[in-house]
């Protein structure tokens, strides 16, 4: 009964923010501070967190708020800069010549340039730029956010060139005395054992990734379409399908034989050649071309206050020239990731370390330069070079990008340490485990053998309330793995049950939702959008525990 009352709760301020945000529709301005407020009180009261760890998780949330709005920031600035100089004029004219159709053009922007953002940088990147790239070309700014956050599930996975396996996972497991034990009586090295994970992770969540595509698409006609159709999303199954296994396929033969470091990288670079001469090509797609309504009959809340004035294509402007900006972002982010060039070392060379805030265990550490708003940044001055932009309009354009994150930065405020404070709660005088552990100790007693069901939910929650699928791991893995050897079953494939549904919560994590809604002005949507992509996350997360529970007590694969 006292543990049913602590998971309880520890559940409260993730009610919190679902009553407010989804069933009463409140902004995440008015929610997130309220939802920090409670969680706060939980903590001080009933976990008995002291207060100088409170503050230092606040402090430790605001830091890590300032980071994510610079990479917005960047990411907005560079597309004011390409509208000014004509590049997305012309940009919207090339892709039209690949297909005019609104969910091809989707599936090549979202899922597999998308992807290739995720695979190169993570930290929010793909919603970030492809967002306001999909309002410049003619889609609503609610339609766009809500595909950006569906699509960027499958490659988060292994996204920011492998960190929330290499650094999440990793950091989980490695030197844990039920870990090392287990391993041990295997026979084999962790490393080798770590290895078993990835390949678990790419194979499985190949599978299910797949149909994410599909499930995109569908939303979009659903809530968008001028019928409100479902079938207008699936008339398009088999391109999208085709689309689906164009990334998956590549991103899961990479992790069995390079590792957890570039699959969604190459996924979305191999699957974007593939996809983009198929849809040329007019290959499995369908022969009726489907648009939005016009503007004027678009509804209440589908766009933002950024209303994008596309200027006509410039003379000189041709469409290498107009895409060179987002090769560079995709290549300098590649390069600064690779270890063995000197870029990541230059770029980390900028550190700012606090060690032990007031007095607390906590640390804040924050490398500025290696932000992915850096790259942006460093692209938008290259663009001004190339593409000749007007010194006035380089200006302009800096000027309604902070314009557009003026609530944003509230909002931020809030939802990041409220997540640290629920996070760092472990930190207390109560012997109570963190409440995500809280929370996890409750599901698991109540799932038994039937725990791979339960697991990917595990991991999505973790997303949900950090805002990122490497916190969530390096807050589960062990848990995970700790039930798998409890009820002896496969702790591999249960991990990879873990990372599957830490992806699969970057859909509904409030502080990507927030942070991709700023890059097209969408203020008060946040509810909705949790709403409306909550189908392909429950699909998602059920869908992996089906499957790990087949994979487990069906072909006994450990």
């Not at 870990?179 to 499985?204: C, M, S």
């Not at 040329?280 to 004027?296: A, G, I, N, V």
């Not at 991990?495 to 549904?501: D, F, P, S, Y």
Request: some cysteine; hydrophobic content about 55%; overall charge neutral.
């Amino acid at each position: 009964m006292k543990l049913l009352l602590y998971y309880l709760l520890a559940l409260a301020p993730i009610i919190t923010v679902f009553l407010l945000l989804v069933i009463a529709r409140r902004p995440a301005k008015q929610a997130m501070p309220v939802a920090y407020l409670v969680t706060s009180a939980i903590a001080l009261l009933i976990w008995q967190v002291p207060l100088n760890v409170l503050a230092a998780s606040t402090l430790e949330g605001l830091v890590m708020a300032a980071e994510i709005l610079y990479i917005v920031f960047g990411a907005i600035l560079l597309l004011n800069v390409l509208k000014e100089s004509g590049a997305i004029a012309t940009i919207r004219r090339g892709l039209l010549g690949i297909s005019p159709d609104r969910r091809i053009q989707a599936i090549i922007i979202v899922w597999l340039f998308g992807s290739f953002l995720e695979g190169a940088s993570g930290f929010g990147t793909p919603a970030a730029v492809c967002s306001p790239l999909l309002v410049a070309l003619g889609f609503p700014a609610l339609a766009a956010v809500m595909i950006a956050l569906i699509a960027n599930s499958t490659a988060v996975v292994f996204g920011a060139v492998g960190i929330p396996v290499l650094l999440g996972i990793n950091a989980g497991l490695e030197g844990s005395p039920i870990v090392d034990n287990y391993v041990a009586a295997l026979g084999i090295p962790f490393t080798e054992y770590f290895e078993h994970i990835v390949i678990r992770i790419g194979v499985l969540n190949s599978i299910v990734g797949t149909l994410i595509p599909l499930f995109m698409v569908a939303c979009l006609t659903r809530y968008f379409g001028e019928s409100k159709s479902w079938k207008e999303g699936l008339a398009v199954w088999q391109f999208a399908l085709f689309a689906g296994l164009a990334f998956t396929i590549p991103s899961s033969l990479t992790a069995v034989f390079l590792g957890a470091e570039f699959p969604s990288l190459i996924g979305g670079l191999v699957g974007l050649a593939i996809v983009i001469l198929a849809a040329q090509r007019r290959f499995l797609t369908p022969k009726q071309t489907w648009d939005f309504p016009p503007t004027e009959a678009w509804e209440d809340g589908w766009m933002g206050s950024f209303k994008p004035v596309i200027n006509h294509a410039v003379q000189g402007m041709n469409l290498f020239k107009a895409w060179i900006p987002y090769v560079l972002v995709g290549l300098f982010l590649v390069l600064s990731r690779i270890t063995f060039l000197p870029f990541q070392g230059l770029l980390k060379g900028l550190k700012f370390n606090w060690f032990k805030v007031l007095g607390t265990e906590i640390a804040i550490n924050s490398e500025p330069l290696y932000l992915p708003g850096t790259v942006f940044i460093l692209v938008v001055i290259v663009t001004y070079f190339v593409h000749r932009v007007k010194t006035n309009a380089l200006k302009q354009a800096t000027i309604d990008a902070v314009q557009t994150l003026t609530g944003t930065a509230i909002v931020l405020a809030a939802v990041v340490p409220m997540a640290r404070v629920f996070i760092n709660s472990g930190f207390n005088e109560s012997g109570l485990a963190s409440m995500p552990l809280t929370l996890a100790d409750g599901v698991s007693n109540l799932a038994g053998q039937s725990w791979p069901l339960f697991a990917p939910t595990i991991g999505a929650m973790g997303s949900f309330v950090a805002g990122s699928a490497t916190v969530s791991n390096m807050m589960f893995s062990l848990f995970q793995f700790g039930v798998a050897v409890e009820i002896d079953i496969s702790g591999a494939v249960v991990v990879a049950l873990q990372a599957m549904g830490g992806a699969a919560g970057n859909m509904i994590c409030v502080t990507n939702v927030v942070a991709a809604s700023a890059t097209v002005g969408l203020i008060g949507c946040e509810g909705l959008l949790i709403l409306r992509v909550f189908l392909p996350l429950v699909y998602y997360v059920v869908g992996a525990g089906i499957l790990g529970l087949i994979v487990i007590y069906g072909l006994g694969i450990s």
